[in-house]
């Protein structure tokens, strides 16, 4: 597994950079931030519960100093003497809401002047099919378009600082595998089947805008991620809270948990070298999708397919203009 050590530490006070992790209160979201916030990061979580939020950064911030007290006992040499913790903040945004989205470009541009890295990590997973009060699908919204608004109105912070988007997708984008077309209304019963259809189309245009972002800004270096099986987050907790079937439901993502997946830790692991490592590069990485441990990887063909991918991104720009967001 890929070792966050290696990658570039900074000190706040000379080399300031910053970033927004989307969802960072929970599952593989609060890793993300625990790791940039151990490398000198200044961290805006944007969520959509404060008390959730302002929970999780007390114990993030309770995490990285018992790390680092341990590492510096351990190893007590120059590099380690380098080692600053950052900042974290919380900022209110609900995915389901464009205008919540947009309140939050407009709170954090009122303070930062630039962003170094923008983690699109939070989603709704597998939910029963709702239209959100915009007029979408809930995990359309969740997981695609309310993104795809905010990497847009943060963009210029982004290319300010020469930065980066990390948009996390799935392994489960692969359930797209017929023709594609972005369908708001697909509504078909059973919903214990067709809901991982709509996660799948979620998941699926995040790859694409990941790729149509890399052509159109190719300032920015545009990567998706599937994290990685990780069984112990909240993403699960649909079906595993269901009366009754929802043991069995716990008991199923355990058992494929313990023959496939990976920490909720090493599940960040992805995100964290696609967000910091000089080693991936404009020329030669801009668009890719990467999985677990930053590995990359060839998502599926429709995923990869750019005709698709620019029906989506037009399909987008079009809605978003229905409802009053020009982006
Ligand atoms: N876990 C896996 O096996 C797996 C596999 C493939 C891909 N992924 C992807 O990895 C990412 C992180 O997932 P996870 O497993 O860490 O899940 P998680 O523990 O459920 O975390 C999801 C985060 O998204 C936030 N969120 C959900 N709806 C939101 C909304 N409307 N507005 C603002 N925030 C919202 C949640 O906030 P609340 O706490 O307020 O609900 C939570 O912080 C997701 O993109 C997921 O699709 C996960």
């Given amino acids: 597994m890929f070792d966050p050590e290696s990658l570039p530490y900074y000190n706040p006070e000379t080399e300031r950079k910053v970033a927004v992790v989307t ?3 929970s599952g593989i979201g609060w890793y993300t931030v625990l790791h940039l916030y151990m490398h000198g990061f200044t961290v805006y979580i944007f969520g959509r519960n404060s008390n959730k939020v302002n ?5 993030i911030i309770k995490q990285a ?4 007290k341990h590492f510096k006992k351990e190893e007590n040499d120059e590099k380690t003497k ?9 900022v209110h945004m609900d995915l389901t809401d464009l ?3 947009e309140r939050a470009c407009k709170k954090f541009s009122k303070v930062e002047t630039k962003l170094d890295v923008l983690v699109n990590n939070a989603a709704v997973m597998a939910l029963p099919f709702e239209m959100t009060k915009d007029g979408f699908e809930i995990q359309l919204q969740t997981n695609y378009v309310s993104p795809f608004l905010l990497s847009l109105r943060l963009l210029p912070l982004i290319e300010a600082a020469n930065g980066r988007l990390v948009t996390l997708s799935s392994l489960g984008h692969n359930l797209q595998q017929v023709h594609w077309s972005l369908d708001q209304n697909f509504n078909y019963k059973p919903n214990m089947i067709f809901t991982w259809f709509r996660y799948a189309m979620a998941k699926t245009s995040v790859i694409q805008f990941t790729k149509m972002m890399a052509i159109k800004y190719p300032n920015v270096l545009c990567l998706s991620i599937h994290p990685g099986l990780v069984m112990n987050t909240n993403l699960f907790s649909y079906w595993t809270r269901l009366p009754i079937v929802g043991m069995f439901f716990w008991m199923l993502f355990q058992l494929v948990g313990y023959f496939f997946g990976v920490s909720n830790e090493e599940g960040s692991l992805a995100t964290i070298k696609c967000a910091l490592s000089p080693e991936l590069t404009l020329d ?3 668009g890719k999708y990467f999985s677990t441990g930053g590995v990359e990887t060839k998502p599926s063909h429709i995923a990869n397919n750019l005709d698709n991918a ?4 037009i399909w987008t720009i079009h809605e978003l203009r229905d409802r009053g967001f020009d982006v």
Avoid: C, M, P, Q
Wanted: positive net charge.
């Fill in 55 to 59: 929970k999780a950064i007390d114990e």
């Fill in 82 to 90: 380098e080692r600053y913790l950052g900042n974290i903040y919380y």
């Fill in 310 to 313: 620019a029906s989506t991104w």
């Fill in 23 to 25: 969802g960072g209160n």
């Fill in 284 to 286: 030669k990485d801009n």
């Fill in 65 to 68: 100093k018992k790390r680092f």
């Fill in 99 to 101: 205008k919540s989205v």
